[in-house]
């Protein structure tokens, strides 16, 4: 039979494309086409192979599993051949492989089927060799029958045992697992790659493969990964358990980390539930999955249905809704935020991704513009996960034929046509003031900006600030287009018949949000603070300034430096509170509002934790001094004994100063010579002095009873009923604690409300103290009684 032209043509071009695509993938792990994208190439080879068996040869990409390693590392041969597996992307497909599987065991159709279940990482397959229970080699998948020793970039990962623990393990012991990159860890490594204007990593996956492949250890052992085991190999002089989720069950009490997401389930029914469950939380989960694997639990039934040219019988990869696909980005646009913030908007050929469709991505400022080089016209990568807002992670350069544009910011507001400035960046730091230019650009128009006071009025009335119910996107946009307000000041002066005038509002609707705008006038401190919407103050910051500062007043005065001793507050975001305070347009925001009748509640004196605790040797240690740490300023404490004499001192009365080196004292001498610094650092010694930070001022007479959870870190799991997780996290910050939203080594108690998944098992793996609802509530009411 003669093949057709058209087919043998095609067959090739698939083969080149998919061989270039698994290079970069592989070997230069800078993979160019999502994994989506791969998977369609593949499928349509093997079925044109199919269609036509003359067309396969040796050489195909359906023979063999991979590229071979890259030459930078010693090859190491798999004693068993590590293989890919088959995917499924449709429930028709998962039926058909458990029914295959049931007829080659002979099993009749409602007979038992042990089916384990588990995530599928988006991770670097590795192998793991134990001799005598201890760590000798650790490799790559490679093609599958050669990879990469990686040993002493494993040997750094503290998920990986160096030797296995109790006893009983066989003389040799190969395990197999994936070697993964959290979601956290992930974000982290990437801000701090953009910080370094270094080049960023396009996925979790391409991180982790980029990082085992360092020819430095030491650069591995920085990076956050994780180790999670799926399989054994090789298995001499020793037995395992005939069951696979026994077998990993064995390994774990070895000291091997398994996936807790880990399920036997029976039949088909079984894998569509845990399908569905594990769809439902991919998004909550710490790290990225592509799908879930589905394996035979019997290893006599795995050994009975044996293996195909590249993938065993007795296991299938069920894939999600791919959450990266590629389209062309038509345009961009500007908009403007409710901080006048310009952010760039890519308007996209609409793609279904993620399990939606997507037409518009962002693309945060013109810095990542420039990073991704990023033009109009081009074919991008697109990424969605879950909630998180699409963004373009990846250009398809190749794909370019001359007609793509340069993106450039507004020079004007696109909609008030104000004038857009770049902000600067100000790093203060041993002593000098070093000002670059910032990320962000925006619109000098304020609340005259209409884009502007829309959105800090939709912010200003939302859930977590004001919390005025019924007053929506649609009310406010009407409310500044009629010219009723222009400010949030102008809420509170509104009557019953300016609302009874919006679209779809009657007397009983309007009396209503007229209640509700009311009732709003009694508000929480924390709550009034994330309403003003600071600058890089979101509802905890917003929640330490209230909890430690106590009042509005303090913190419209408070010093960038004395808001540095609030916990988690650094220089930078002082500042930008300082700033905002200080801004005579915000001011008179802000005494409008009280003008018009708003009550903070919960205002007290300044935390206790903070009374008569800024010590003279502290108080030096942030002005910031050059050559000047934590023993010269305790010496200069020692020696003058109060901040104005050692304002007052030249460099004979600094010579006596006992551990004082020579760079400390030309530093201070550098300072003493400057008029502004002496005055900063006297109006800080006041400020202390005025809201009770001083050390000369009285301490608190009991901290332990006013902040009982002082230093411990909770965690809130599942659904709570008789208060929301947001009123249980105030309680909880009120009493001293702090509230993470993981489980670490750190945690102090887990409450866990119906519904507790990942984190509930987690707390109970490290044996950390977990309260259910009841026990949580009786608690609190003791703490708080108290």
Not at 386 to 406: A, F, M, S, Y
Request: proline letters at 5%; one cysteine or more.
């Amino acid at each position: 039979m003669t093949l057709p032209e058209s087919v043998v043509t095609r067959a090739e071009q698939l083969r080149t494309e998919i061989e270039q695509h698994s290079y970069r993938y592989y070997v230069l792990d800078e993979p160019s086409v999502p994994d989506a994208e791969y998977d369609r190439l593949f499928n349509e080879l093997k079925a044109l192979e199919a269609e036509y068996p003359e067309l396969v040869s040796e050489d195909s990409p359906t023979q063999r599993v991979g590229k071979k390693p890259d030459s930078g590392f010693a090859e190491v041969r798999h004693e068993q051949p590590m293989l890919s597996l088959d995917n499924a992307f449709s429930d028709d497909e998962m039926a058909t492989f458990v029914r295959r599987a049931r007829e080659r065991l002979g099993l009749s159709s409602d007979a038992p089927l042990a089916i384990v279940s588990e995530p599928k990482l988006d991770g670097l397959a590795v192998s793991l060799l134990y001799e005598q229970g201890r760590l000798v080699r650790a490799a790559t998948r490679g093609d599958g029958y050669t990879g990469e020793d990686i040993t002493l970039n494993v040997r750094t990962l503290p998920s990986v045992p160096l030797r296995l623990l109790s006893e009983g393990w066989p003389r040799l012991l190969e395990v197999r697992g994936e070697i993964y990159m959290p979601r956290a860890g992930f974000e982290r490594l990437n801000e701090q790659a953009r910080d370094a204007g270094e080049k960023t990593f396009v996925n979790p996956r391409n991180a982790a493969a980029g990082s085992l492949r360092q020819l430095d250890p030491a650069v591995t052992a920085r990076r956050p990964l994780e180790f999670c085991c799926y399989s054994t190999g090789v298995v001499a002089d020793g037995e395992l358990p005939g069951s696979h989720i026994e077998r990993l069950q064995q390994l774990n009490r070895w000291g091997l980390k398994i996936n807790p997401e880990m399920r036997r389930v029976d039949g088909l029914e079984g894998c569509r539930e845990s399908y569905r469950s594990l769809a439902d939380k991919r998004d909550q989960l710490p790290y990225d999955i592509d799908g879930i694997v589905f394996k035979l639990d019997r290893l006599d039934q795995q050994e009975a249905l044996g293996y195909v040219a590249r993938a065993p019988r007795w296991a299938i990869a069920h894939k999600f809704p791919a959450q990266e696909e590629i389209t062309r980005l038509k345009a961009v646009e500007f908009q403007v935020g409710r901080t006048g913030a310009i952010t760039p908007v890519a308007r996209l050929e609409p793609v279904f991704v993620g399990g939606v469709t997507v037409s518009n991505a962002t693309l945060h400022n013109m810095d990542e513009i420039a990073r991704l080089d990023v033009h109009a016209g081009d074919w991008v990568t697109v990424r969605r996960a879950g909630d998180v807002i699409p963004q373009i992670v990846q250009v398809l350069k190749e794909r370019r034929d001359g007609t793509e544009q340069n993106i450039s910011i507004p020079s004007s507001c696109p909609v008030c046509g104000s004038d857009v400035e770049r902000t600067r960046l100000i790093k203060r730091g041993k002593g000098r003031e070093q000002v670059s230019e910032g990320s962000i650009y925006r619109c000098v128009g304020r609340l005259s900006c209409r884009a502007q006071l829309t959105q800090a009025l939709i912010h200003f009335v939302s859930r977590k600030a004001m919390d005025i119910d019924g007053l929506g996107e649609k009310n406010i946009e009407q409310l500044v287009e009629r010219g009723l307000i222009k400010s949030p000041a102008d809420l509170y002066r509104l009557r019953v018949e300016d609302l009874f005038e919006l679209d779809g509002f009657a007397q009983v609707s309007a009396e209503k949000l007229y209640s509700a705008i009311a009732s709003s006038r009694r508000v929480e401190l924390a709550r009034f603070i994330y309403a003003l919407g600071i600058p890089e103050v979101g509802e905890g910051t917003a929640r330490t300034l209230a909890l430690q500062l106590g009042s509005l007043a303090r913190l419209r005065q408070a010093l960038p430096l004395l808001l540095t001793w609030l916990p988690d507050i650094g220089l930078e975001v002082g500042h930008e509170i300082h700033n905002f305070m200080q801004d005579e347009h915000n001011c008179q925001v802000m005494d409008a509002l009280l003008a018009q009748g708003i009550e903070l509640q919960q205002e007290a004196d300044i935390a206790a934790a903070l009374q008569g605790a800024i010590s003279l040797p502290m108080l030096l240690q942030r002005l910031d001094i050059p050559g000047v740490a934590k023993t010269g300023a305790t010496a200069l404490a020692d020696h003058f004994q109060s901040l104005e004499p050692l304002l007052q001192a030249d460099a004979e009365a600094l010579e006596p100063v006992a551990k004082l080196s020579k760079k400390a004292r030309s530093g201070l001498l550098q300072k003493l010579a400057e008029p502004d610094w002496c005055e900063q650092a006297r109006a800080l010694e006041q400020q202390l002095k005025a809201f009770g930070m001083h050390w000369q001022c009285e301490g608190p007479s009991d901290t332990g009873s006013t902040q009982p959870l002082a230093g411990q870190t909770w965690v809130l799991t599942g659904t709570l009923e008789t208060m929301t997780r947001d009123e249980a996290k105030d309680r909880l910050l009120a009493l001293g604690a702090k509230v993470s939203g993981s489980v670490s080594g750190k945690t102090q108690c887990v409450v866990a409300g119906p519904g507790a998944g990942s984190k509930l098992n987690k707390a109970t793996e490290l044996g950390i103290e977990v309260l259910d609802e009841d026990a949580f509530v009786n608690q609190l009411q003791a703490w708080e009684k108290a």
